[in-house]
């Protein structure tokens, strides 16, 4: 089972952690947990790697985004960056110096959701043939330019898109 950490609005941990399949149970009002998504920008050709979710997913189904997800307790949030890109692309990004390009938050407090979303930048030399999606989470993948990251936008089907497009240089 997965455990993240449990937040307080200030971004200071409590000291308490929460399930990942209770965490509609284990948050309180004004309680946060923290995940990472991960700007993956082949080295050369400005292409962005994106991931389609699986049609089985509970929420975005089918939607495009960034490979990302919850940080582990214990975990900072870079080692999280890393290790869900591995996990899920099969890229590994550890050696390229990646680096926290935006941060933003979001409080639904009648969903017992509310979360900070660290969101980080790596720009890495990889070929097509190196991506290996993890088939549990990932439907497949893509290399996006930025217009087309645009229009998956403008469609409503892009993950964070409204929260994060500043990342692509879109205001």
Same mark, same amino acid.
């Given at each position: ?77 870079? @080692? $999280?960056?890393? %290790?869900?890109?591995?996990? =899920? ?5 550890? /050696?390229?110096?990646? #680096? ?27 070929? @097509? $043939?190196?991506? %290996?999606?993890?088939?549990? =989470? ?5 290399? /996006?330019?930025?217009? #087309? ?23």
């Amino acid at each position: 089972m997965e455990y993240w950490d449990i937040y307080d609005e200030n971004r200071v941990k409590t000291g308490r952690v929460m399930a990942r399949e209770d965490w509609h149970f284990d948050m309180q009002p004004g309680d946060y947990h923290l995940s990472v998504i991960c700007l993956v920008e082949q080295r050369g050709t400005g292409h962005i790697l994106i991931t389609r979710r699986k049609e089985d997913k509970a929420w975005a189904a089918g939607w495009w985004e960034l490979p990302g997800g919850g940080v582990q307790a214990g975990e900072e949030p870079l @080692e $999280a960056a890393i %290790r869900e890109t591995r996990e =899920e692309t099969g890229i590994d990004v550890a /050696a390229a110096g990646g #680096e926290r390009v935006f941060t933003y938050s979001r409080a639904t407090p009648g969903d017992h959701n509310n979360y900070f979303m660290d969101v980080y930048r790596f720009v890495v030399d990889f070929d @097509e $043939a190196d991506v %290996r999606i993890q088939a549990d =989470e990932v439907a497949g993948w893509q290399l /996006a330019t930025v217009d #087309e990251i645009r229009e998956l936008g403008r469609q409503g089907i892009f993950l964070h898109y409204d929260s994060i497009r500043s990342v692509f240089g879109m205001e």
